[in-house]
């Protein structure tokens, strides 16, 4: 099977495709469809009428994953996968799998100018829909205390305090605006020790580029409308890159699974709540070391599923 590695090497692909046990003529929807990886092989088996709805809010995404999905029973979406639900609606139809590969792509991790990665130097920008506020925004106009929740909240920064105070002394003299310029602040604001165990932008610009693109908030409201735009038997998939995205993906399929909440001391239920979905695998996947060593940015990556009932 032919898999897209110029743009962005689709994450663990035989298992996704197993979880999303893709019917010929069924109805799918990619909601990251980046450089379309997951969404040719998911498309390649639509022989019997089937249609995949391929999404994504990076410009650069819909014209390469254009290109490479054209022929095939696909229609593309420009959108944030927030607005999943009302694709579906729009078509008047429920889906029998749903795929969001969460996190940034690799092509928005290579192409410099996108300013989302510490190792080069280009314009503080990390916005994946390339509208809205950047993060050079966010680092020379919040206040100490929002910025530092930031970092604590989305980075899980224990440095967050120091690091935001040398961004505070730069900024006051002139703006922040390229990731190396913000990448020599960090490394001023952390203890020596951490600057040689590992790189110690990686959090920083994690909870900046998380808050840039509200990228929780919009997989809460995503969660919502997945669940709820799929057929009895339908599936959803979800791929996790860090522990906020998999925490999150976690409960929410807790949530949907769980049945009775009354309170153990309670004879009988009263609450009437049964299950409304089951869990494909109870832990989540990870790569294998074969594809850990083709990929090494697959590593952090976690695959969750559920069923619809």
Known sequence: METSHAYHCPVMLQEVLADLAVKPNGIYLDGTAGGGGHSYAIAQQLTEGGRLFAMDQDPDAIAEASKRLAGLPVTMVHANFRTLGDVLRRENTLADG?????GVSSH???????????????PLDMRMSQSGQTAADLVNTLSPEALTEIL????????????????????????????????????????????????????TFQALRIAVNDELGCLDVALEEAFASLKPGGRLVIITFHSLED??????????????????????CICGKTPRGTLVHRKPIVASETELAQNPRSRSAKLRAIEKI
Do not use: M, W
């Not at 928005?108 to 130097?121: K, M, Q």
């Not at 909240?153 to 002394?169: D, F, L, N, P, T």
């Not at 310029?181 to 604001?189: D, H, M, Q, T």
């Open 152 to 203: 604590f909240a989305y980075g899980e920064e224990k440095y967050a305090r120091s690091i935001v105070a040398q961004i505070i002394a730069a900024r006051d003299i002139k703006p922040i605006e390229t990731t190396l310029a913000l990448a020599e602040l960090i490394k001023k604001g952390v203890p020596a020790k951490a600057r040689r165990d590992k790189n110690p932008c990686k959090k």
């Open 98 to 102: 749903i795929l969001l590969d969460l």
């Open 247 to 268: 925490r999150a993906v976690k409960n929410a399929f807790q949530r949907f699974s769980s049945g009775c909440e009354c309170p153990p001391q309670f004879p009988v």
């Open 108 to 122: 928005e991790l290579d192409e410099t100018s996108r300013g989302f990665s510490y190792h080069r130097d280009a």
